[in-house]
């Protein structure tokens, strides 16, 4: 589609540039620094933009699949799924920052702004057909992200966890790049459709050797593992989960997670899902390796973790694994089960992280000691984040179970035995950890005499926000169609 | 002049820059590491637009003309942040920044 | 291959890209590896110029030369006294990346190698018209329009988040 | 309906209690009592109306629950579960009784989680969809991690976490059985045909037919023993058991009530519902006495008979050598299921309700004279048969059941399952009545050292046993002798179930 | 008629026990619990009568299903035949007098009222084992009477001696029940049912269809045969399960005379007597075995016992030892003879103890004191427990003829009767039958075993004699030893004496009416008694049609018709109880006379005349008395082996448990923790090696050494990422 055409199309993308720019003008306007209007401008923002994107795919949806701005990025199910998701996860940052204590309250202006300008870069990633839009898209997220992860002030630890993203993300993003080139230089495109029947057409005819292919998608897999933090590109992510502000580490945990699977997928799926480049590079097998690793490593590493932030990034990155494995399967189960996880671990990852937020308010430590007798004086607060933990177990009757059960019949169903059993005796290991604050927060008492906590009627209702989802999710129809019917328009073998 | 000629330049420049990421114990070096890696990947897509597609078609120009523009923004906030982690840490080798580990 | 005398300046600018890419890598002073980096940005600029891409060769000397490098150059001064000038190495840590990154280079060499659509591909030389307007007209009107418009954010967003990360000391 | 009723009621007693305010703990108490008997007058109901005639599934609601891959919300009875469902429901309100006065806090939260728990025992025991039956399988795990860790004694995070990580160790085991079973459902002749289900009736047709995925006896063989651990971990089955005595002994008198007289019995019937009905060909590999494996299963009971027994008899500690007991008590389950004939079979079911009534009993007692005393220690009492007459007459009963005197229950079920067992499994049955031996050894010995000889000086002021605790008692003991004059009255319930389930084994 | 009175003979001490149960409960009590069980039991006496007239001669077995599983069904049910009816007099007889010896004995006692609620439990269940027609059903009452024993025997449970006996008695006998139940098994397995009569066991062993008797089979059956005599061998405390019969004295003595000496000890013979028809020769001569080595060798153990009730209690076990001698030399009739008139003889013998022990009763707590300091200071009956009290003590006693004159003669009667002193004591003919019947079949076989068998019967007679008077001699002659206690004494008050008086009247030849019947009692037919050839020659002459290898079902058929022939032709079997017929009786007969004369005269020499001294004799036979006095050293052996053994396994298995099984979960779960220290090394091979070898100390070691790898540098990261990168790329194109 034309230019011009594509605008009404991309209506939700457009919103989102003209509230972060109202959001900056406002920060100028609004003098008060206590003032939250800031956050509840950018509110609307998702709101609109929630509304807009709903809107197109209630209007367009059924017209198919549209690609827009002569190819540069695709209209369809898939892209409003993640648009969805994504904004659930803005609009949820977006609530947490306003009740967290750490962010300097004068820069609210710079921060939502930049919150809704990767929002709107992971709105392209998930939409994205072209190889520049894919690495213009992941930079836009990347570079905010660095910003949003070094954006406390006078926190050493904050700086570092940029400065560590930051190298690590553009040396990730160089290598991507290259083999970007690689992919360009093969087959003369920049369309991943085309990059598609072109690299088989040339596989087959022998035109190219089966290793520049494989370089090719390693270094591809570099810069999307990265943003998913699959082993062994995951190391950036416990370092700067800890050191970044709590709500960005959730944000990243889920959003920038969310993003590099629709990219993920997107990628893999349609430039390099055929039969013949498969044959030739089996990457499904690489990739079936890396998600055993990334989940062994991630719950590994969590057992020993004093800090629950850090602890969940580790957590996170065990659940990336997880998500992993549905992508080896090259079936629409697998996918499904993919976004459906991904609603499920939204709901959940977010929960937990902003119990993380209100602890770090009230007792002021990140620390699982810090959790200790949270049970006794702030019951809902602990029974809300004792639902968080064992749905990221996969207990149930939680939603997180739901979302392991779908992943793991798709993987049985290809004949995944090994990686299902890795899986499953993960999430035994897993459960460790969880239980490790679940206990601080039952089973022990707090050290000295605390008050009880009592806490605004805004923040459970917040609260009861993830805690209704991770507990229904798993009991409606509804979610396993939706997020059967976004996949349809991959392309399967 | 082949095409080849090109992408073995580029290949050693992406190595360099490689070697520059992994071994150079300071940050600025590091970020020239990067620029290197980036300016072979220019390089590769001018070379594959000039060889690889008709003459006509200079996408891979101006994907390389993007990849210039990234750069450019990715080295102006990689230095301000080696700024702030001079400030809190006193020091911009990489080493030293360890306080986030385990 | 016969050594004329666009052989002979296009390898001697591989050549310069090549050697001063090593000098970036290997001198232990960080102003030389500065300097350097200009070297090896010109010689880009210069292999450019044999892709007849002018337009790209022109952004690159800008951009990198009068931006990039001046912006590293700032970074040296404020961030390294005269005595810190040296970058420090470590031989355990030289040899494991040397070997990473001769590891890929025989990996990136051997496709290369043998990658038949890449090989014997000479450059007919052909002269090409100038790139620009081509490019602005990709650019505002073709596919390009998008990322381009995606890229100021990118910058917008890069600028707001410069200034803000590195602003942070004037705050107290 | 009225089973549906009947086991989300606790659910919904414990939104009830949750309402309520947390200072009002006799009201507290007095609605979980409530939501507690409500189930069990169903079930007696339900026991009374069943047809005892028939080996179908009763009572059964088939509602679409998630369609996307055809699971359903499937409950139903057969003489098996409505036996089972029966204990569950009766123990419920008896442990409401028995945690009247010794919680001391939290009570809104333990009444709260317990009926929770009494909604995933029931769920259980009645799902008829595989699906359904590993959520509610599930579901008991966290109340029950919780009713431990908080309420428990000295080492209850320890034993929490450990009984914990060992279920789910189990189940995620079970879990990719299940699917695997799922996923092969539609399979006829290598070609897929139709819906997938997790529907268990129709699997265990299906896995009768020839041709079907299901009825492949290497597929049968792999996939029995995923469920086997799921299960063996429950019940438990050496190695599986180490879990059991210290959450015994850490959890609270009416948690171990609730731990030894339900949550093991899930393992033995999942065993039974799922292991020996849906894939015979697997149960047939491991208990056909060929070989090492032909004999596994009877190897494994007559390992839990006698590993049971002796650690039970090398115990001090009152509470742990009752979950030693525990494991040898199960061991005859174990065996009798490895005969899978007439007599093996039902005996292994009576024992499981036996075992169910009497080894509540025994936590029961146990409980009232920690309660007293504040400690177990067996050596550390003596001669309270003068001081406690009740008490000691209760527990002589209660331990002469458990040591399978005839006339009591525990002898029906254990007599049967050796009789049975002994069929198939010579050798390992005669070695298995060692146990018997044991058993009576064990008991014997701690009813001297607890209640004969002298009485310890110490407890001459300790006070005998009260109504509250009586009442909790009577109804178990009655149970145990009806049970012991009269097994009729239980095997009429499922007679049918079981000969249908030997015809199915037959049929191979 | 039989079914109803049955249930009313089972159902009114069942009541006497659940009304003191149920009131129990709500910690209140009947008023006279006493009352309530002595009439329960007179009931059942008077209904036991009655039932002498409903036996028919080929009784049927009257069912119910107990249990009825989809193809089998257990049934229960009663079975009344001549042996049931007069077992069931026996018991309720012996029962009633008991019950009303105790309201003397036990008056007083602080749980007076759970006495009697114990006698009617134990009654009832004593009753059930007797009626049950099928193998369970007795396996039931056979546990029952198990269970009250126990209880019994722990009555006075303060004292830790009854507490240890009541435990040992409960285990001994236990271990043999597991014999039994795994013949059990053996039989359930084969035949498809436990009943005995009717389409039972005993109809099935002679139908192929179930058994088939060739040279395995016979293996078989002997081999389940013995094995339910295990269960014999513990309740009738047989060699080597006797131990625990003596230490059960630790129970009232009512106890002691109701179950250790008439009912539930003699219930192993019953039910030898009840499995008759599957026993095979070898299993016949297994149980001749141990009964005669039991009767000898407790009637040995018995001369040097001093606690009067200990003697009696080995002379029980001697005398059971020679009732099952006699059924398993096929005297079915004179082994169940034997144990009607013991039920007598014996109660009385341990009720007149009873008395005794009762008229010292007083002196109990006075003398308690001196006894410790001054006479058993160091006597070597301290050892296992088995201090004699005072009150027992037989060297305490001496000369209560005179105090006690009913006592006295009562349980001279008894002794006689026991000693076999002929004609007009009933011990005499039982005794007699059984000798008559083992040297009858030796004669018949012409087995040396058997000659054996009969010669220990019939030192085990004389023996008998021996110990007998020497306690009625210590007890009631001579001179008073402790006179303080002497003077307390006095006879018995009318409950007791009364029950004396009508059991001495039983032990006359009052009951040999029953027997002496043959149309009354006849012994089932053996079907596979293997008889020697010769039995088989003596008819008819025929030799060949008598092997197996002919059509076996015929076969059976034949040897049965045989065995059924031979009783009533050679008259061994159906004749033992009728004295004087055939030689073997008139030999036995006088023999038996011979060595009963032999002992009286000699114990008379020991401990009346005192021409002979006991203790010169003991120091002469050192090792022999030593081995008497440690009772063959069976208890230490127990204790020290067995004992030991098991409790060293339990302690072995729980450490296993606790350390290793435990420990290596922990271990698993240990190395999963901190398995990040192994993935950390993970280029380091040998951490996993070390993991999969060496689980925990190695993790432990390595995790020390080796570097994290999130070291916090980022170049660390940076080099892991491309170094993947690298290998990826290499592995896959391998591949």
Not at chain 1, 472 to 493: A, E, K, R
Not at chain 4, 314 to 324: N, P, S
Not at chain 5, 225 to 254: N, R, Y
Not at chain 5, 467 to 473: A, C, E, G, P, S
Request: net charge negative; hydrophobic share 55%; with cysteine.
């Amino acid at each position: 589609m034309k230019n011009i055409d594509s605008l009404l199309y991309f209506t939700p993308e457009i919103l989102l540039v003209i509230f972060a720019v109202a959001v900056i003008l406002l920060d100028l306007v609004v003098k008060n620094r206590e003032s939250s209007a800031v956050a509840h401008l950018s509110l609307v923002g998702c709101i609109c933009t929630f509304a807009a994107v709903l809107f197109i795919h209630f209007s367009f949806g059924d017209e198919g699949p549209i690609s827009l701005f002569l190819g540069m990025i695709r209209l369809d199910t898939f892209s409003s799924f993640f648009k969805i998701l994504l904004l659930l996860a803005t609009a949820a940052t977006i609530l947490f920052s306003l009740r967290s204590e750490e962010l300097d309250a004068r820069l609210k202006g710079e921060y939502y702004a930049l919150l809704l300008a990767i929002t709107l870069g992971m709105f392209l990633m998930a939409s994205s057909t072209n190889l520049l839009m894919i690495f213009i898209s992941l930079e836009t997220v990347s570079l905010t992200s660095y910003i949003l992860a070094g954006f406390l002030t006078h926190s050493p630890r904050s700086s570092e966890a940029a400065f560590k993203y930051i190298t690590y993300g553009a040396v990730a993003s160089g290598t991507m790049l290259f083999g970007l080139s690689f992919l360009f230089g093969m087959t003369g495109t920049g369309d991943l459709a085309q990059i598609a029947g072109r690299l088989t057409e040339l596989l087959a005819a022998g035109d190219i050797a089966p290793l520049a292919v494989l370089i090719a998608i390693t270094f591809v897999l570099a810069g999307v593992g990265y943003k998913i933090a699959s082993v062994p590109f995951h190391m950036w992510s416990p370092d700067v989960y800890e050191g970044a502000p709590i709500p960005i580490t959730a944000f990243l945990s889920v959003a920038s997670k969310s993003a590099g699977f629709a990219l993920f997928i997107r990628f893999f799926y349609t430039g390099f899902g055929s039969t013949g480049l498969m044959e030739s590079v089996n990457w499904p097998l690489m990739l079936a390796i890396v998600s055993a690793l990334t989940m062994t490593v991630g719950n590994l590493a969590a057992l020993p973790q004093q800090n629950v932030k850090r602890l969940l990034a580790y957590s996170s990155i065990a659940h990336g694994g997880y998500l992993l494995m549905g992508g080896v399967l090259l079936t629409s189960e697998g996918i499904g089960a993919i976004l459906f996880y991904l609603v499920v671990y939204l709901f959940m990852n977010l929960g937990a992280f902003y119990v993380v937020v209100l602890v770090a308010n009230e007792v002021g430590s990140e620390m699982i000691d810090g959790y200790r007798g949270l049970a006794s004086h702030a019951p809902l607060v602990a029974g809300a984040m004792m639902i968080f933990l064992f749905s990221l177990t996969g207990i149930p009757p939680f939603a997180g179970f739901f979302g392991k059960w779908i992943l793991f019949t798709a993987v049985l169903e290809q004949g995944y035995y090994w990686l299902a059993l890795v899986g499953l005796l993960n999430s035994v290991v897993s459960l460790y950890y969880y239980a490790r604050i679940v206990k601080a927060m039952f089973f022990e008492e707090a050290g000295e005499e605390t008050d009880s906590v009592s806490f605004s009627t805004g923040t459970f209702a917040l609260l009861s926000v993830f805690v209704i989802p991770t507990i229904f999710i798993g009991f409606l129809n509804i979610f396993y169609t939706f997020s059967n019917i976004s996949v349809s328009v991959m392309p399967m073998q | 002049m082949t095409l080849q000629h090109y992408l073995v330049i580029s290949a050693i420049l992406f190595t360099l820059g490689i070697f520059a990421v992994l071994t150079r114990r300071n940050a600025i070096s590091i970020l020239m590491g990067i620029e290197l890696i980036l300016n072979s990947c220019n390089l590769n897509f001018a070379a594959f637009s000039r060889f690889m597609t008709p003459s006509e078609d200079i996408s891979g120009q101006i994907i390389a003309i993007f990849g210039i523009v990234l750069a450019a923004a990715e080295a102006a906030v990689f230095l301000a942040i080696i700024l702030a982690i001079y400030r809190e840490f006193g020091s911009i080798r990489p080493d030293e920044v360890d306080t986030l580990k385990g | 291959m016969d050594f004329t005398l666009t052989n002979f300046i296009f390898y001697g600018f591989a050549l310069m890209t090549v050697g001063s890419a090593l000098l970036v890598v290997t001198v232990r002073n960080i102003v030389h590896a500065a300097f350097s980096l200009m070297v090896t940005l010109f010689g880009v600029a210069g292999l450019y110029v044999f892709l007849q891409a002018d337009f790209l060769a022109a952004t690159q000397v800008i951009v990198y030369v009068g931006g990039i490098l001046v912006l590293i150059l700032f970074g040296v001064m404020m961030t390294s006294g005269r005595l810190e000038m040296r970058i420090h190495i470590e031989r355990g840590q030289l040899l494991l990346g040397g070997v990473v990154a001769l590891a890929l280079l025989t990996l990136l060499l051997t496709v290369i190698a043998n990658t038949p659509a890449w090989k014997n591909l000479t450059d007919d030389g052909t002269e090409l018209p100038p790139t620009t307007e081509k490019i602005g007209e990709l650019i505002l009107n073709g596919p390009f329009l998008l990322p381009f418009e995606v890229v100021s954010v990118l910058l917008l967003v890069a600028l707001i988040g410069a200034a803000l990360i590195s602003r942070k000391e004037v705050r107290d | 309906m009225l089973l549906s009723l009947m086991i989300f009621i606790p659910l919904l007693g414990m939104v009830a209690v949750l309402l309520l305010p947390r200072e009002s703990e006799e009201l507290v108490k007095r609605v979980t009592l409530l939501f507690t008997l409500i189930p069990l007058a169903l079930a007696v109901y339900l026991f009374i109306s069943y047809d005892r005639s028939t080996a179908g599934t009763q009572y059964v609601t088939n509602v679409p629950w998630i369609d996307a891959f055809n699971i359903q919300y499937h409950v139903g009875i057969d003489g098996l579960s409505v036996t089972l469902l029966l204990l569950t429901a009766l123990l419920g309100p008896i442990c409401v009784i028995a945690s009247w006065r010794n919680i001391e806090k939290g009570i809104k939260a333990y009444m709260a989680l317990f009926l929770l728990l009494e909604t995933g025992m029931l769920g259980f025991f009645a799902a008829l969809d595989l699906f359904l039956f590993y959520v509610f399988f599930e579901l008991t795990l966290l109340p029950m991690y919780f009713l431990i860790g908080v309420w428990g004694g000295p080492r209850r995070e320890y034993a929490a976490i450990k009984f914990f990580l060992y279920t789910l160790f189990g189940s995620v085991l079970m879990l990719v059985a299940m699917i695997a079973v799922y996923l092969n459902s539609n399979i006829v002749n290598g070609v897929a045909e139709g819906a997938r289900t997790f529907d268990i009736p129709t699997l265990i047709t299906l896995a009768a037919t020839q041709g079907h995925a299901l009825a492949n006896s290497d597929f049968q063989v792999w996939v029995f023993v995923g469920f086997f651990i799921g299960f063996a971990v429950k019940v438990p089955i050496f190695p599986f058991h180490t879990w059991l005595p210290d959450a015994h002994v850490e959890a609270p008198t009416a948690i171990s009530v609730i731990l030894a007289g339900i949550l093991l019995k899930m393992g033995t019937y999942g065993l039974v519902r799922i292991n020996m009905a849906m894939f015979p060909q697997g149960l047939d590999h491991f208990t056909d006495g060929i070989g090492f494996w032909g004999n596994s299963l009877a190897l494994l009971g007559f390992i839990n008979i006698v590993y049971g027994s002796f650690c039970a008899l090398a115990q001090t500690d009152f509470k742990k050598l009752v979950a030693y007991s525990s494991i040898g008590h199960m061991g005859f389950v174990i065996l009798g299921l490895a005969a899978r004939n007439d007599s093996g079979i039902t005996g292994a079911i009576l024992q499981m309700f036996n075992h169910g009534v009497i080894s509540a009993m025994l936590f029961l007692l146990v409980g009232v004279l920690y309660d007293r005393a504040h400690h177990r220690e067996i050596n550390g009492f003596g001669g309270l048969g003068t001081r406690m007459p009740i008490y000691t007459g209760i527990t002589t009963l209660a331990f002469m059941a458990s040591l399978g005197l005839p006339g009591l229950s525990g002898f029906v079920g254990e007599a049967l399952s050796l009789l049975g067992a002994y069929e198939r499994f010579k050798f390992l049955t005669i070695l298995s009545t060692i146990g018997i031996v044991v058993g009576a050894a064990y008991f014997l010995w701690t009813l001297q050292r607890v209640f004969l000889g002298t009485l310890n000086p110490k407890y001459e002021a300790l006070p005998e046993i009260n109504g509250r605790e009586i009442l909790t008692l009577v109804p178990l003991g009655i149970l145990t002798i009806v049970l012991g004059v009269w097994p009729n009255f239980a095997i009429d319930m499922f007679r049918e179930s079981v000969t249908n389930l030997i015809d199915v084994l037959n049929a191979i | 008629m039989v079914v109803p009175l049955i249930s009313i003979i089972l159902l009114c001490p069942l009541a006497a026990f659940a009304i003191f149960g149920l009131l129990g409960l709500a910690n209140r009590r009947f008023p006279r619990q006493d009352y309530l069980s002595t009439a329960a039991m007179l009931i059942a006496l008077a209904c036991s009568f009655l039932l002498l007239r409903e036996v028919v001669p080929s009784p049927e077995a009257h069912t119910v299903d107990w249990l009825s599983l989809g193809g089998v069904t257990f049934s229960m049910g009663f079975y009344l035949d001549s042996v049931t009816v007069i077992m069931l007099i026996v018991v309720t007889l012996v029962s009633s007098l008991v019950h009303i010896f105790s309201m003397g004995y036990m008056h007083g006692d602080p749980r007076y009222p759970r006495f009697f609620a114990y006698l009617s439990l134990f009654s009832f269940s004593m009753l059930f084992l007797v009626v049950s027609d099928n193998l369970l059903g007795i396996y039931i009452g056979w546990e029952l009477v198990g269970l009250c024993s126990y209880l019994l025997i722990g009555f006075w449970f303060e004292k830790d001696s009854a507490a240890n006996a009541c435990k040992k008695a409960f285990l001994t006998t236990r271990v043999g029940d597991v014999g039994m139940f795994i013949g059990m098994m053996m039989l359930f397995k084969q035949f498809k049912t436990l009943s005995l009569y009717g389409d039972g066991i005993f109809t099935r062993i002679t139908n192929p269809e179930y058994f088939t008797a060739d040279a395995t089979g016979i293996v078989w059956l002997s081999i389940a045969g013995v094995l339910i005599f295990c269960g014999a061998i513990g309740k009738s405390a047989q060699m080597p399960l006797h131990t625990w019969l003596p230490d059960a004295m630790e129970g009232p003595t009512p106890v002691s005379a109701l179950i250790h000496a008439a009912t539930m000890v003699a219930a192993g013979v019953y039910l030898t007597a009840r499995m008759f028809p599957i026993l095979t020769e070898t299993s016949s001569l297994v149980i001749a075995y141990v009964g005669g080595i039991t009767a000898l060798v407790a009637a040995t153990i018995a001369i040097v016992r001093f606690d009067i009730k200990r003697v009696l209690a080995y002379s029980t076990i001697s005398q059971l030892g020679y009732m099952m001698l006699a059924i398993g030399a096929g005297s079915y009739v004179a082994g169940l003879f034997h144990l009607t008139t013991h039920a007598f003889f014996k109660a009385l013998l341990f009720l007149g103890s009873g008395s005794v022990i009762h008229a010292f009763h007083a002196m109990h707590a006075h003398a308690h004191d001196d006894e410790h300091d001054h006479e058993h200071a160091d006597s070597e009956e301290h050892i296992l427990g088995s201090e004699i009290p005072p009150d027992q003590d037989m060297r305490n006693m001496g000369g209560l003829r005179h105090k006690m004159p009913i006592t006295f003669v009562t349980m001279l009667i008894a002794t006689l009767s026991i000693s076999g002193v002929p004609f007009i004591f009933s011990g005499f003919w039982s005794k007699d039958a059984i000798l008559g019947g083992v040297l009858g079949r030796a004669m018949e076989w012409n087995s040396a075993h058997h000659y054996i068998l009969f010669g220990m019967a019939l030192c085990a007679a004389g023996i008998t004699a021996f110990y007998m008077f020497r306690l009625i001699f210590m007890t009631f002659f001579g001179e008073p030893r402790n006179q303080e206690m002497h003077d307390m004494a006095h006879e018995s008050p009318k409950s007791m004496t009364v029950p004396l008086l009508i059991l001495a009247f039983l032990s006359l030849p009052v009951v040999n009416i029953l027997w002496f019947n043959e149309a009354y009692v006849k012994p089932p037919p053996q079907p596979h008694l293997h008889a020697p050839q010769h039995a088989y020659i003596a008819p008819d002459g025929n030799t060949g049609g008598k092997g197996y290898a002919v059509s076996l079902f015929g076969v059976s058929e034949a040897v049965a018709a045989e065995e059924e022939g031979g009783h009533s032709t050679d008259g061994t079997h159906a004749d033992d109880g009728h004295h004087g017929h055939g030689p073997a009786h008139t030999i036995a007969m006088v023999l038996s006379i011979i060595v009963a004369g032999l002992g009286i005269f000699l114990s008379w020499l020991f401990y009346h005349r005192r021409t002979l001294s006991a203790e010169s004799v003991a120091t002469t036979c050192r090792p022999l008395y030593n081995l008497f006095w440690h009772k063959y050293y069976f208890d230490e052996f127990y204790d020290g082996v067995l004992v030991t053994l098991t409790v060293w396994k339990a302690r072995l298995f729980a450490q296993f448990d606790g350390s290793v099984v435990d420990g290596i979960v922990n271990g698993v779960g240990f190395v999963t923790r901190d398995l990040l220290a192994a993935f950390t090394g993970a280029f380091d091979n040998r951490v996993v090696d070390g993991i999969v070898n060496r689980v925990a100390q190695v993790t432990w070691a390595v995790g020390g050494r080796i570097r994290r790898i999130q070291t916090g540098a980022i170049q660390t990261y940076l080099f892991v990422v491309l170094a993947g990168i690298v290998l990826l790329i290499l592995i896959f194109r391998a591949l």
